[in-house]
């Protein structure tokens, strides 16, 4: 079982120009979750999807869609990216939405916006 | 303003040294997790803590949640270089959603 996996790795984009993250896990879990961690705020939810077929806001959703394309797939894009948005962003993923919420984590993509 | 405050943001120790590491809230936590995430990895889940008071333990490492699942704290038994890292607490609340400190950073020396 590979986990959560997340493509790409790395990336440098230009001010105004769109990428699109992609995450996808093998556990069969319901839950996703987009994060995003700077230097000394840990991590922040950008967005998340409680079972397939929804997606909600997090605490940082300005800048960013999703989608949950399957039960395995939940992709980050961003339409116009500005400098801000330089970050790592992690994908998660756990069993069921429930008050244990248990998350298994991607290796990261880190992103740079020139 | 963090939810969740850690401390020390960083700590430098000796292999063999012991030490605690703290996660502090105002307010009421229905879980609270341990994760720690090695420099370019995801983070990795530890434990999980759901009951006031409770104490669990991973060989070297002590978890404790707070009578009134409020705060945490995580202590290390003689230190390894392998315990080197960036620990994370993470709170869960009434709508399931982690709130995630901003990490404690250790580096033990050899």
């Known amino acids: 079982n590979a986990g959560v996996t997340q493509t790409p790795k790395f990336q440098v984009l230009k001010t105004g120009q769109s990428m699109t993250l992609q995450c996808a896990q093998d556990?069969?879990?319901?839950?996703m979750y987009w994060y995003r961690q700077d230097p000394g705020m840990g991590l922040r939810l950008i967005y998340y999807s409680a079972s397939e077929g929804t997606t909600d806001k997090g605490e940082v959703p300005n800048g960013y869609n999703v989608s949950r394309l399957n039960k395995r797939e939940f992709s980050l894009r961003l339409e116009s990216a500005a400098p801000s948005q330089t970050s790592v962003y992690f994908c998660?993923?756990?069993?069921?939405?429930?008050?244990?919420?248990?998350?298994?984590f991607g290796p990261g993509t880190r992103l740079t916006v020139l | 303003t963090q939810l969740l405050e850690q401390s020390p943001q960083f700590l430098s120790i000796q292999e063999g040294e012991n030490l605690t590491v703290y996660c502090n809230s105002s307010s009421v936590f229905s879980s609270l997790q341990w994760y720690r995430q090695e420099p370019g990895e995801g983070p990795v889940l530890l434990v999980t803590v759901v009951t006031g008071g409770e104490v669990k333990k991973l060989k070297r490492l002590t978890f404790q949640f707070g009578d009134a699942r409020k705060d945490s704290s995580l202590h290390i038994t003689a230190a390894q270089p392998g315990d080197t890292g960036l620990y994370l607490c993470?709170?869960?609340?009434?709508?399931?959603?982690?709130?995630f400190g901003s990490g404690t950073r250790l580096l033990v020396r050899p």
């Open positions: 993470a709170g869960a609340r009434s709508s399931y959603k982690l709130i």
């Open positions: 998660a993923s756990s069993e069921r939405w429930t008050e244990y919420n248990e998350q298994f």
């Open positions: 556990m069969n879990h319901n839950s």
